[in-house]
């Protein structure tokens, strides 16, 4: 179910941002996801984390949070939907890319091979790649690599500052300041024509349900069977994306983009060590 909603995720972002442009479509989302989920948070009694950790929380919501999101959006109007879900499904490689440069962690050669092989998929979808919607669909893919490298820290930040905080709590405070800060911009380029009432049901879709509605599946998953299972939840999300975009949007699977999706994932896989010498032992 999570998969389906995050893989989907990727289909609306790509399919709304016509009508609204990124910084619109991307405030939109955030502050209907805090929208959503604030009732539940003053339900369990968490409104006071909200003012907890106010710095991080900040950090948390601008830099890891609004920007990347911003940039994710931007990518889309040039990026096929299920090109966009592989190239951030490359996340985890940048976690083990960081572990090994910043943190001194030993990755092992599997892990290291993860790593290599996981690049070369993205060389391998973005050569002559025929999903580029624009001519900037290579400054398009830079931007969703640095969107998941930026997400590789935004998980160290969390972990280090705020792991006290109630998970509920985490996403209602970043969105809502995501939103604040986007407001500006988004106001600024709002679009001249009024959107259509397709383009707001994907955007009310990706603010209810893939990010309220997902992120609360996520942390029960988190719960229930932890971090390296629910993280199967990154393999499965370009699998939809692409079957997704290819159904509603038209968008042409071909056998170049499953090749490179194979791959990348195949190297996350190692570099995660859910493959290998890690996961044997």
Avoid: C, K
Avoid at 82 to 96: D, I, M, S
Avoid at 139 to 144: M, N, S
Avoid at 264 to 270: E, K
């Amino acid at each position: 179910m999570l998969s389906l909603l995050w893989g989907a995720a990727y289909l609306f972002m790509r399919a709304a941002v016509p009508a609204f442009g990124p910084a619109p479509m991307i405030a939109l989302r955030m502050v209907i996801a805090a929208a959503v989920l604030l009732p539940l948070l003053a339900m369990r009694g968490g409104l006071p984390q909200l003012t907890a950790r106010p710095r991080a929380l900040l950090v948390q919501g601008l830099l890891y949070t609004a920007l990347p999101f911003l940039m994710l959006g931007w990518s889309a109007q040039h990026l096929a939907a299920g090109l966009l879900a592989v190239l951030n499904a490359t996340a985890p490689l940048f976690a083990a890319l960081l572990a090994q440069l910043v943190f001194n962690e030993r990755l092992g050669r599997w892990r290291v091979a993860g790593l290599v092989i996981g690049f070369a998929g993205v060389l391998v979808l973005t050569a002559g790649s025929v999903s580029f919607r624009s001519a900037d669909g290579l400054l398009a893919v830079a931007t969703v690599m640095g969107v998941s490298a930026i997400w590789a820290f935004g998980a160290n930040h969390t972990r280090r500052h705020l792991a006290a905080l109630d998970s509920l709590a985490l996403t209602v405070g970043t969105m809502g300041l995501a939103s604040l800060a986007l407001a500006p911009l988004a106001a600024a380029t709002w679009p001249v024509t009024p959107p259509p009432l397709r383009a707001w049901a994907e955007v009310v879709f990706l603010g209810v349900v893939s990010s309220g509605l997902g992120f609360l599946l996520y942390f029960r998953l988190l719960r229930r069977v932890g971090p390296v299972r629910a993280m199967s939840v990154t393999f499965l999300n370009p699998v939809v994306a692409l079957l997704a975009g290819a159904a509603y949007l038209g968008e042409a699977i071909t056998w170049q983009t499953v090749a490179g999706a194979a791959i990348v994932l195949a190297g996350t896989a190692l570099a995660l060590g859910l493959l290998g010498e890690r996961a044997r032992g």
